[in-house]
């Protein structure tokens, strides 16, 4: 990663990869990690009103909210423990339970033994009563990848904390917690930016922030596909689009290094869901691994809920912790001991110490794992490490793995799923369109003798059994609603295009008036439905079908015009 200072003052700039000037190297961060949020306010924020009108709508902090929700100052007050200092802006309400969790999940454990400055992540859940997301928020949604898409019902947090001795303070430490909230899962890029705004915020408290907060406000909002110039503070942040098909797992090697031996187990949990706890000596070491665990399955988006940090004081601390049902399908990190205890009823358990003493607790393998892995799988990346290779190269390679992994079981499923799309023929303009053929889990299994992951793997193994369980997996209900949406779009799409091209005119020619209207108000409702999703169409579609409901509404009785115009 590099970085360009002093340059490029004021607003940020959009352009694509090829149009970067050669011989600059702007700092460069992946924003591809693991969930996606809303990249815009929803209509439950305080702002929400601000940014009705489009991306560019100048109204105060419309483009700082695409990026942030706020940033809160957590600091350590010897009569209340956590509490938040500042927020800004000024006019963001986040509610009581938001501060709370934020002002807990903002300070490692005191057990981590933390000091000097650490970086983690976290993941809270928003008060109820926020409203769902605008269509403005479904484009972002389309174009993103699946893994960045927006999740309105949750937030990121991304902390810089600072714990250094101070004799001027009472307890003899100065602790104070800088955290950016934001919807969007841009890990690296907001962790990279932490880096150059914290320390100096450090020295130079709230005017720096104020600066800091207006300068994000001249940024261009996220858009996906785009490489976009983020200046702050005299450097400028470059965020890249995501390569297609890979998720960003940087701390890859070094989260999963002590249970390199178990890493297609791990996948598999991950894959179908089950319920996981890390159990690591830091809030760094816990969230990264979180967050790698939840990427190795990229491209496939993993569909539970995941915490990367989480404490005793976690408003869901019960929920999580009940032994009167099952556990759910949640990843956690947790880093205080006392979670040995309670958590010793859940079937699997990874515990991160130094290499020696790291272990996996799981169900019985008979019952749990279902493909074969072949010792020379993990081989050449624990040799690399004895060799010490570049962490950078042997992150690659694990990466690799773990995405044709992914891949092979992915691909089986795409390609019945396209099957089930009716033949383009098939969709005429006088008729609703046909209906995508239901999804027959013994259809598909059918299906992999001859075109089964083994075309594309060499694991060996219970690949139908590992089919069965992750169509119970929230991960399987995720991922084929989303294709389900796609298809049943893209049938509007052509249902539109087939219409535009009929003889609409000629079919009115005999028809009563009755039926006219029924087709206009038909079309009218298809229209607003296109635009309201943005559906990809042929150029010129809308606007052809628009003139001729307007030359059919003029072709009418003066009454009927007049009803058929009305606002």
Known sequence: MTARRGSEPGRGSRQTEEETEPGREPRRC?????????????????????????????????????WLECVCVVTFDLE????????????????????????????????????????FSFRLRQSVGRRASRSRDDVYNREAPVTLQSET???????????????????????????????????????????IIAPEFFEKLEPCLEAVCNEIDQWPSPEPGLTVNLPVMGVVLQCLPPPSQVYCLSPCLRCFQSVLVHLQMLWELTLLGEPLVVMAPSPTVSSETVLALIGSISPLKFCCDFRPYFTIHDSEFREYTTRTQAPPSVVLGVTNPFFIKTFQNWPHIVRLAEVRMAGVKVKKLSKLKTLDTKPGETQHIHEGIQRKRPSEAQSAILRRHLLELTQSFIIPLERY??????????????????????????????????AGPQLTSLLKGDWM?????????????????????????????????VICDADLLGWTKDKSEVEIVDLILKLREKLVRARRQQLQVKDGVLDKLDVFITSIIGSLPEDLQTVLNAP
């Not at 990690?33 to 009103?49: E, I, L, Q, Y």
């Not at 430490?173 to 962790?191: A, D, E, G």
């Not at 997996?473 to 389900?484: A, V």
């Open 465 to 497: 059994g590992l089919y069965r369980k992750f169509f119970r997996s929230p991960n399987f209900d995720g991922w084929y609603r989303h294709r389900h949406k796609e298809m049943t779009q893209k049938l509007e799409s052509l249902h539109l295009e």
């Open 80 to 119: 209340l423990g956590q509490a938040i200092e500042l927020v800004y802006p000024q006019d963001v309400k986040l509610t009581e339970k938001e501060k709370t969790s934020i002002c807990y999940l903002s300070f490692p454990d005191s057990y981590s033994g933390c000091l000097g400055d650490t970086q």
């Open 30 to 66: 992946r924003c591809s990690d693991p969930v996606a949020m809303n990249p815009f306010d929803g209509p439950g924020s305080p702002r929400a009103g601000e940014a009705e009108d489009g991306a560019d709508s100048r109204g105060p902090w419309t483009r700082f909210s695409a």
């Open 153 to 195: 019902s949750h937030f990121f947090g991304y902390v810089y904390f600072r714990q250094v001795k101070d004799v001027s303070v009472k307890r003899g430490y100065f602790q104070k917690s800088l955290v950016l909230v934001s919807r969007l899962p841009y890990t690296h890029l907001f962790h990279s930016l932490l880096q």
């Open 417 to 450: 799923m396209a099957s089930l799309m009716p033949l383009q023929r098939s969709v005429t303009p006088w008729k609703t369109p046909p209906q995508i053929r239901p999804f027959s889990q013994d259809e598909f299994m059918a299906t992999l003798e001859h």
